[in-house]
């Protein structure tokens, strides 16, 4: 069962990629889904026979022997225990509706064979990651996983904004990767396998270890849980490597949805709960993580406050809950912090499609500012991306409400250092997270209709365009028309404008947004049932009563650690601060978009500096443009112009050709066809010959 949960979607990818030219685009539609959404029903299987009564903790299923170099052993193998099946669940549900989503929202695109294999090989690569019986498979899913990311962000390789966010986001994950890649190699060092059953029950003989870096004494377990960690900090866009995340948003819209919600940021959650039996032995490393977590938290949702892009807010918004999930990971409620990654599946794929479904409905406007009332249009969506907004504020009886409530509650009673910081960031993050939730929706749903006066004005600009173009094009003596082609949000060529376009439209119908096919509201209503049930339903056994027999020992929990039994005796005023503050984030949002929706220029234009600084992301891309991309390009130049051409090539290659062909040149000279140069030359050479004998006096006896 399991080697079908995992190889499934490889071979689906394969039939896609390779024949989809031959079977057609419709043909890999099906196959893939299908495969799909079969893995996913063998995975819910799994998922209740592993925490079911009947489970018996971990078990390894040998796949191959992979590869042996001295020392180093390693097999390729699933793991299987309550944390893989549970990632197992949440990757292929989350993947399978992605599939079936995309369907409808690509019917239009000319390369959905290529999408779909895209997108299995993405699901192949995480569900390769979560079944990892070692680091070394680990880290191939992890690698792969990145590299189907870059495929899935650049797929529209013609906009030059994809390439660019396609390459940001690889880049910027091989430097967490390098670090992954030294908690390996230390790991090894330390342990001389990669082998998890080789690690955890040994864990205790290297407690107290110390390795020499850097000419200082480390302690070497948390020297490597924090290499493994900067590893997670890429691939989950925590504070600092967060930049690539925003910029993600130029892949299609399916793709946001599979690589924020369940897959590609939650590997760095997934990792540190794995290892968990080393990041428990090394509390300052759980210190960095509490830290990082609640900052991340903070940082993600001031940024959101601002932002414009349908798509950004929600990627800001999974960028803070990752926040919220490693705080739950430093502080050592690891269940909870999973928990969160379960619930956040649900909810976050939920609004991410039915984003994708405002975008349809506007044909491709991303910009909430063009939006409004279109509540009254597509009302399915509209409810539809209530739930999600409900569930992601943690309103009461939601799936967010349990998970969330759990890890502020963790970092309050909490002794570990920075959990003060984890917890007032994380309390005021959920105040920001219903604010710009609310925004979202009062926006784009409720309000007067923007997008009616926005279609006007983009057409009039258009037609003025297109006017002034083809007088240009008509005073250059050039016949015919303007032909320049633009391209849309969803890659989709922008047709030039028509001489008939410039007359005045009688019906406006073409503008009106309309409700998406079923194919695409079915995966939002079954998301949506997660998103309102999924926290009720597997509470008690995620952080519950039942948490031991749901968990059998897939998470470590320390001697000291107790944080899952002592968040429920947390102060009243605790429980509730998750609840009051989506209430006043509520209000305040309601006030400002719905009361008074001059209210936010106004602030905006009152507070500038603070608005330029939210808006522009704490101005993190300009910092790292100025210390690590222009001085990289700089040193690239001086490399190729100086070191490869004017050195190597001018030297070498290129500078010995040059010198021959002046040697030739002389030579040639030479040949004047004058019988006394000849005889001249054989003199000199003669006398040359003669001088060398006696000087050097060879002959002589």
């Not at 495969?35 to 995975?43: E, H, P, V």
């Not at 309103?395 to 570990?416: L, Q, V």
């Not at 330029?612 to 040193?635: C, G, Q, S, T």
């Not at 130049?637 to 002389?666: E, S, Y």
Request: aromatic share 14%.
């Amino acid at each position: 069962m399991y080697h079908a949960i995992v190889f499934l979607p490889l071979i689906g990818s394969l039939i896609a990629g390779l024949f989809g030219r031959w079977i057609g685009a419709k043909a890999s539609e099906v196959v893939t889904t299908s495969i799909l959404f079969f893995a996913a029903l063998l995975s819910w299987v799994a998922f209740f026979q592993v925490t079911g009564g009947e489970g018996h903790g971990a078990a390894r299923i040998q796949v191959a022997h992979w590869f042996s170099a001295g020392d180093l052993v390693v097999d390729w193998a699933f793991r299987v225990d309550a944390l893989t099946v549970v990632m197992l669940v949440v990757v292929t549900t989350v993947s399978s509706l992605v599939h079936l989503y995309s369907m409808g929202y690509m019917e239009e695109d000319p390369h959905r064979p290529r999408f779909f294999s895209y997108l299995s090989l993405f699901t192949f690569a995480m569900l390769m990651l979560v079944t990892a019986d070692n680091l070394v498979q680990m880290f191939f899913g992890w690698e792969g996983v990145g590299l189907a990311s870059y495929l899935l962000i650049g797929f529209w390789y013609e906009k030059p904004s994809a390439n660019a966010a396609a390459i940001k986001a690889f880049i910027v994950n091989r430097v967490g990767d390098f670090g992954f890649s030294l908690g390996i190699f230390l790991v090894f060092v330390l342990f001389g396998t990669v082998a998890f059953d080789g690690i955890f029950p040994r864990v205790a003989e290297f407690k107290d270890a110390s390795f020499h870096f850097l000419g200082t004494d480390w302690h070497a377990l948390t020297l490597a849980c924090l290499l493994l960690f900067m590893g997670a900090m890429g691939k989950s866009a925590q504070f600092l490597l967060h930049t690539w995340l925003p910029d993600a948003m130029e892949g299609p819209t399916p793709v946001s949805a599979l690589i924020h919600a369940a897959t590609m940021v939650t590997a760095g959650v997934f990792m540190v709960a794995r290892l968990s039996p080393l990041f428990e032995v090394a509390p300052a490393a759980l210190t960095a993580v509490t830290v990082i977590g609640g900052i991340t938290a903070f940082f993600a949702a001031t940024v959101g406050l601002v932002q414009n892009d349908i798509k950004r807010v929600i990627a800001y918004s999974t960028c803070s809950q990752l926040g919220y999930m490693f705080v739950a990971l430093g502080v050592g409620a690891y269940a909870a912090g999973i928990f969160h990654l379960f619930t956040h599946a649900f909810f976050k794929a939920l609004l991410f499609l039915g984003a994708g479904s405002v975008i349809h409905a506007m044909h491709h406007e991303q910009d909430m500012r063009n939006m409004g009332a279109l509540r009254r249009y597509i009302p399915f969506t509209a409810l539809m991306m209530a739930i999600g907004t409900l569930a992601l504020i943690g309103f009461p009886f939601t799936a967010g409400y349990y998970s969330k409530d759990a890890i502020i509650e963790a970092a309050y009673m909490s002794t570990r250092p920075g959990h003060v910081l984890a917890f007032l960031a994380t309390v005021t993050a959920a105040f920001f997270t219903s604010f710009y939730s609310w925004r979202l929706f009062f926006l784009t749903f409720e309000g007067p209709a923007r997008w009616a006066d926005h279609h006007a004005d983009a057409h009039h600009q258009a037609a003025a365009h297109h006017a002034a173009a083809s007088l240009a094009h008509e005073a250059d003596g050039a016949p015919g028309h303007h032909e320049g082609v633009a391209h849309d949000d969803k890659g989709h060529d922008i047709e030039p404008v028509s001489h008939s376009a410039l007359e005045p439209h009688g019906d406006h119908h073409a503008h009106t947004p309309h409700e998406s096919p079923r194919v695409m509201t079915i995966p939002l209503a079954l998301l949506a049932i997660g998103a309102l049930l999924a926290g009720l339903g597997f509470k008690n056994r995620f952080i519950g009563e039942g948490m031991d027999e749901f968990w059998k020992g897939a998470l470590a929990h320390g001697p000291d650690n107790h944080i899952m039994h002592d968040i429920h005796s947390a102060p009243a005023w605790v429980a509730s601060s998750p609840f009051v503050m989506l209430v006043l984030g509520f209000l305040l949002a309601y006030w400002m978009y719905i009361r008074r929706p001059e209210l936010p220029n106004q602030l905006a234009e009152s507070q500038p500096l603070l608005y330029r600084f939210l808006l522009n992301k704490w101005y993190f891309d300009e910092i790292y443009d100025r210390i690590f991309v222009r001085p990289a390009k700089a040193l690239g130049t001086f490399l190729w112009k100086v070191g490869d051409g004017a050195i190597i090539d001018g030297l070498g290659p290129d500078g010995i050709a040059a010198r021959v062909v002046d040697v030739t040149r002389g030579v040639v000279r030479l040949q004047t066809g004058y019988v006394y140069h000849y005889a001249f030359v054989m003199l000199i050479g003669v006398a040359a010959l003669v001088s060398w004998y006696l000087v050097t006096g060879v002959g002589a006896h």
